[in-house]
């Protein structure tokens, strides 16, 4: 058991997203128990003395939020849990739990709109959808932490009041708070969900597996496989959120030929997923777009299938519900634990598309002979085994025998989609028939990269901090993590030593560390890559590399040779696991000659490294005339103004160097820039080394705190 629980990795969104799930079922659950019980007037009551409960957790521990994971000795996944539960899990719980008040009392009521109380679930999915788009925008830029704590019990307070005047009144002494016609006996209520058949709930429950799965999918996709763009994950769950606007409205926008064009939509997406496999690519610019059409199409079916099987019965409305919340669930659990521990790659979006097929066969009984069912069978057989053989043999032929030069990949590509595509459109009209074969074909894509490539992967795994892969383009060996490419290293000849990318002994990392003017006797470094600054270190220096990944260090060890490079030259080489800022604040202060700061060029940068209270630790451990020195090239986002304006705050000098201009072929642009206590220090990066100063044209946002950021603000000054 141990054993298989430290396989359950899964990333920090996915992991917060089983969180919300688990909380907003057991929130369904206790509002679906109590109101059969109790009855929905009385559980009205006892839902605005269960407001007051939140209240123990005023104001938020935003401390607690931040103290970071790893104190417990439980799986990182579970850290998490237990931050979250201690910090926002009751108030989220209480919370989770007003839609299906509101929704019991309108259809309890004597209200018009008693007979679709369902639409309050459109608006309330609304609401998340303002919210999640305008927190980025005019919330975080504007407000640190404690104001927006402030904010937020200011809103629970006005919930709670609007709550209150929405009370229904008690027309008679002991009524319990409804017009007696309106009165749910409650042990009835019991005994109805008791009947409801399976075959109902499996209608309610498949599509919200598959909705939430194909979410999860998709932001995975997006943020891991086409980029890693801060708040990108905003996009698809906002799309997720739409649907669930549009469909639950008064008037349901389920058009028919959303369904028609739903087997066209998962066929785009498997054929997406081959693309990846085979290392193409749409633009980035339509292949967003594209993927975000395919969960909207997927999610508007689900939702669709749902609203068309909801209740009628009232007594039944939180039954329905609790169900959905726990398909929720279940699609959350499958993309974040089971499919990263069943594969490396990104089993999931395929096996969500076959998992949305599957929604839309649930409940469908077609009424067909025994010969034509028979004749289904053999043909989805067939159809399973041709997309299968396709899949794990024509790249094989391809490679073997076909001489196509540097057009091998778009042949492999074009070969195995028509047979693939021919096989699943053969069963569009048949949902159960295609998800059989879009299962079939999920697996088989997990083995065609390799077959496609001719084995040139040389390490591949999958963990709680995304997808590592390491692989040879010809005589140069690659460490990529998502869509980052993280380091590089010659196979063979007279560079095989020499690192290369952002520590080319052109760039301005490698000068300082190759400089007569300095000597570093102690070195920290947080992020280690492919270790390749390490080559740079010899006799009389100790390399102290703070990585929080420890499935990165075996990577850098055993498949490039900078680390083992570095002791041959006689440098003492160590590794701290765990998050660097933490483990540093260990060191006794002015130990350390030269820290290094190398985690920022993976576009999801770690915030809590690179705020003015992080500046303030670094500086502590640093003797005083010692550099930080930070990496700061990122696609997306510009964090040189950020340095510059916590420098300032903390009355440090400051200056910066870029490799723009005549780069070697073997160098890639890099940014880097230079703190330090002492001034002199700064003086002489800048007079020997060809840094500069801060230049008069940059603009100063406000320094990066624990409590605040505005990386909305970082990618527009980019």
């Known amino acids: 058991v141990p054993i298989i629980i430290r396989k359950w990795y899964y990333l920090v969104w996915g992991c917060c997203m089983v969180f919300f799930q688990g909380m907003l079922l057991l929130g369904y659950a206790y509002a679906h128990a109590v109101q059969a019980w109790i009855g929905v007037a009385r559980y009205s009551r006892l839902h605005m003395a269960a407001l007051l409960l939140p209240l123990l957790f005023f104001p938020f521990d935003m401390d607690g939020v931040g103290s970071g994971c790893g104190g417990h000795g439980l799986p990182l996944s579970f850290e998490i849990f237990l931050i979250l539960l201690k910090t926002v899990g009751l108030p989220f719980l209480v919370v989770s739990t007003t839609s299906l008040i509101l929704q019991s009392w309108l259809a309890s009521s004597d209200c018009p709109g008693k007979t679709n109380p369902y639409v309050l679930y459109s608006a309330s999915n609304l609401g998340s959808i303002v919210a999640l788009l305008s927190y980025p925008v005019a919330v975080e830029p504007w407000l640190g932490l404690e104001a927006q704590g402030c904010l937020w019990w200011g809103g629970y307070a006005l919930l709670a009041l609007l709550l209150a005047m929405a009370l229904p009144p008690r027309h008679e002494k002991g009524a319990g708070g409804l017009p007696p016609a309106a009165r749910a006996e409650p042990r009835t209520a019991a005994v109805d969900d008791a009947r409801m058949p399976l075959s109902r709930l499996m209608a309610w429950f498949l599509p919200s597996v598959a909705g939430c799965a194909i979410l999860l999918a998709v932001t995975n996709v997006m943020t891991l496989d086409i980029a890693a763009v801060p708040l990108l994950w ?107 521990w069943l594969a490396s790659s990104l089993l999931e979006y395929p096996v969500s598309l076959a998992l949305v097929a599957a929604a839309m066969a649930a409940g469908n009984r077609p009424r067909e002979s025994g010969c034509s069912r028979r004749r289904m069978i053999v043909e989805t057989v067939l159809c399973l085994l041709a ?13 073997r025998y076909l001489a196509v030069g540097e057009a091998r990949d778009t042949v492999i590509l074009v070969a195995v989609a028509l047979p693939v595509a021919l096989c699943l459109r053969r069963l569009a009209a048949r949902p159960w028939p295609l998800a059989i074969v879009l299962l079939g074909t999920a697996v088989a894509l997990n083995w065609t990269e390799d077959v496609a490539l001719g084995g040139r992967t040389v390490k591949r795994f999958r963990n709680f901090y995304g997808i590592y892969r390491v692989f040879d383009r010809g005589n140069v060996r690659y460490l990529q993590h998502g869509g980052t490419l993280h380091g590089r290293q010659y196979l063979q000849g007279p560079k095989t030593g020499t690192p290369l990318s952002y520590y080319h002994p052109s760039t301005p990392a490698a000068g300082v560390l190759q400089s007569a003017e300095f000597k570093f006797a102690r070195i920290d470094m947080i992020g280690l890559g492919t270790g390749a600054l390490a080559a740079y270190t010899g006799t009389g220096q100790s390399l102290r590399i703070r990585e929080l990944d420890p499935d990165n260090i075996p990577i850098a060890e055993e498949r490039f040779t900078y680390l083992r490079l570095a002791r041959e030259r006689g440098a003492r080489v160590s590794f701290v696991p765990g998050d660097g800022r933490i483990s540093l604040r260990r060191e006794p202060a002015g130990s350390v000659d030269l820290l290094i700061i190398d985690a920022f060029n993976s576009d999801s940068i770690p915030i809590h490294l690179l705020t003015r209270e992080a500046f303030d630790e670094y500086l502590r451990a640093l003797t005083p005339d010692g550099i930080l020195l930070l990496h700061v090239s990122n696609k997306f986002l510009a964090l040189m103004p ?17 490799n723009r201009a005549d780069r070697p072929p073997d160098a890639d642009r890099t940014d880097w820039m230079a703190l330090s206590r002492s001034a002199a220090t700064v003086e002489t990066l800048v007079a020997r080394l060809g840094w500069r100063t801060e230049p008069e044209s940059v603009r100063h946002p406000r320094p990066w705190t624990d409590r605040y950021s505005n990386i909305l603000g970082a990618m527009i000054h980019r």
């Not at 950020?642 to 870029?658: I, Q």
């Open 387 to 399: 997309a299968v053989e396709a899949l794990l043999w024509l790249p094989r032929v391809v490679v």
């Open 642 to 658: 950020v340095v510059y304006s916590n420098a300032r705050a903390l009355g440090v000098a400051v200056c910066e160097k870029s």
């Open 234 to 340: 905003i996009l698809p769950l906002s799309v997720y959120l739409l649907s669930f606007v549009v469909t639950f409205k008064r008037h349901a926008y389920y058009p028919a030929w959303s369904a028609r064009i739903l087997p066209w939509a998962l066929l785009v997406g498997v054929l997406l997923h081959l693309m990846a496999q085979l290392h193409q690519s749409l633009p980035i610019g339509l292949a967003i777009p594209v993927h975000l059409l395919i969960l909207f199409c997927a999610c508007l079916n689900c939702n669709g299938r749902l609203i068309a099987a909801r209740p009628d019965n009232p007594k039944h409305l939180t039954l329905f519900y609790l169900v959905i919340a726990s398909g929720g669930l279940v699609g959350s659990c499958l993309v974040s634990w089971v499919f990263p």
